[in-house]
């Protein structure tokens, strides 16, 4: 080992701590889960000099219920990493078994947790996950720290299975003294004042109307906003106010479809949207789009038709068509068919979609990456080859003007039998496209 390190250790120890820093990818990974700091201090002796004298390798570290010693390794990472900037990654939730009133006392996740806050002042990159009945407690033990989350830039708190903050206690503002803090994501929402002003990203569960309008308005650098877990509740409306003109955000995910009419985004280029068959106004984002003005580039569609529905309305292919008119330079297309079909018969994906993609004149011109699931659907292969070949026919005689699908990702119940002629020609088609680029696949 002398021999074979002899030569690197002529090497300034500052190049070398550059050089372990540059080509360890576990410097600054909180996503890692184990000891992988540790595991660099038994390659070698100078590994393990280097690591040792490095504090910003220690200052990212993930803790689970399968870490080994955590509060030994905790306390000792700490302090290698000196006044480093903090970023990490713990599992309270590996307690979840634990009845609140014995977390209270003595478990080794609130000790962790204690060690932590004492270093609040580092906080910078922070993700919690919080058994079920903690919540609350977590939540307390932050907001009421005397310590300044000055450096603190994304924190992330997520709590195990269950959705809802019904009955729990919440301080009335958190991280008011975290002047740069900028990404905020709540699992589930926690109905609090947070420095909205300076936030530029949020993603949370479920949260009431007025809030996310709120939320909207208040935080006027807000570039990111995405909601989830929409199904099964009602939509609310928007109390009666001013529409508002948001010129930042460009990621939206909203949670219902009646803040639509109030918002003005002509900045959006990126948008998940859940479209709910039964309730929704058929016309809710084409006019949401066209009296935004924005250019999207990326959107996500989630169709639910909810039972005892079993099929979508007819012309629907229409209100797709409607719709993707608005958007000239879209680029990435998902599309999710949430409903049961009929009994007796299997619902065709290719009047409910892929018609809308062929129609004329051209709907999504610049379209080139295709994502379908339609698990409760049957899908012709003949169709979607044939999608394909009309659309980069279309990218041969328009030059310019229309891009040629890329992507095809399809992802449905079964395919629809075709002769051994038709398949063949199928066949020869696809391997003509995937030499020429195409990234094709069909998941059942």
């Known amino acids: 080992m ?8 002529q090497v300034p120890p500052e190049l070398l ?5 540059r080509f360890s990818d576990i410097a600054h990974d909180i996503s890692r889960i184990g000891e992988s700091a540790w595991v660099l201090t038994h390659v ?11 504090p910003p390798l220690w200052a990212s570290f993930a803790y689970t219920n399968s870490t080994r010693f955590p509060l030994k390794l905790i306390r000792t990472q700490l302090a290698l990493s000196k006044r480093e900037p903090l970023s990490f990654r713990v599992d309270f939730a590996c307690d979840a078994l634990i009845p609140i009133q014995v977390l209270l006392k003595e478990t080794i996740g609130l000790c962790v947790f204690d060690i932590l806050m004492e270093e609040a002042d580092r906080w910078k990159n922070v993700t919690l996950l919080i058994p079920d009945d903690a919540l609350g407690l977590f939540v307390d033990i932050i907001t009421t720290s005397q310590d300044e989350f000055s450096l603190l830039q994304l924190f992330s708190i997520y709590r195990q299975r269950v959705l809802f903050t019904d009955g729990i206690t919440i301080p009335s503002s958190m991280f008011i003294t975290a002047p740069i803090l900028s990404t905020i994501k709540l699992f589930p929402f926690i109905d609090v004042i947070f420095p909205w002003s300076q ?5 949370t569960s479920r949260l009431p109307v007025d809030v996310e309008f709120m939320i909207i308005r208040e935080s006027q650098f807000l570039r990111k906003l995405v909601t989830t877990n929409r199904c099964g509740l009602e939509d609310l409306t928007v109390p009666n106010v001013q529409p508002v003109i948001h010129t930042a955000l460009r990621v939206f995910g909203p949670m219902y479809t009646s803040i639509l009419p109030h918002l003005v985004l002509p900045s959006l280029t990126q948008l998940v949207f859940d ?5 929704d106004p058929p016309d809710a984002l084409s006019d949401f789009i066209g009296r935004s003005g924005s250019f999207l580039r ?3 569609l989630l169709v639910h038709l909810p039972p005892p529905a079993t099929a979508l309305p007819v012309g629907f292919e229409q209100q797709f068509v409607n719709t993707f008119s608005q958007m000239h330079i879209l680029v990435e297309l998902k599309v999710e068919l949430d409903f049961t079909p009929m009994l007796d018969h299997e619902q065709d994906l290719g009047p409910i979609l892929l018609d809308a993609l062929q129609s004329s004149p051209l709907v999504l011109p610049k379209l080139e990456k295709l994502e379908i699931s339609a698990r409760k659907c049957i899908c012709s292969l003949e169709d979607i080859v044939g999608l394909v070949q009309y659309r980069w026919v279309k990218a041969v005689v328009n030059g310019g003007g229309v891009a040629r699908l890329r992507v095809v990702d399809v992802e449905c119940d079964g395919l629809r039998k075709m002769s051994r002629d038709d398949a063949f020609h199928c066949m020869e088609n696809l391997r003509r496209f995937k030499k020429e680029g195409l990234e094709f696949s069909v998941v059942m």
């Open 17 to 21: 701590t550059e050089i372990f820093l």
């Open 199 to 203: 936030l530029t990203e949020i993603e």
């Open 44 to 54: 070698c002796q100078l590994w393990r000099e280097i690591a040792l004298r490095t």
């Open 298 to 300: 990326c959107l996500s």
């Open 2 to 9: 002398a021999s074979i390190g002899g030569p690197i250790q």
């Open 275 to 279: 479209l709910f068959v039964d309730r």
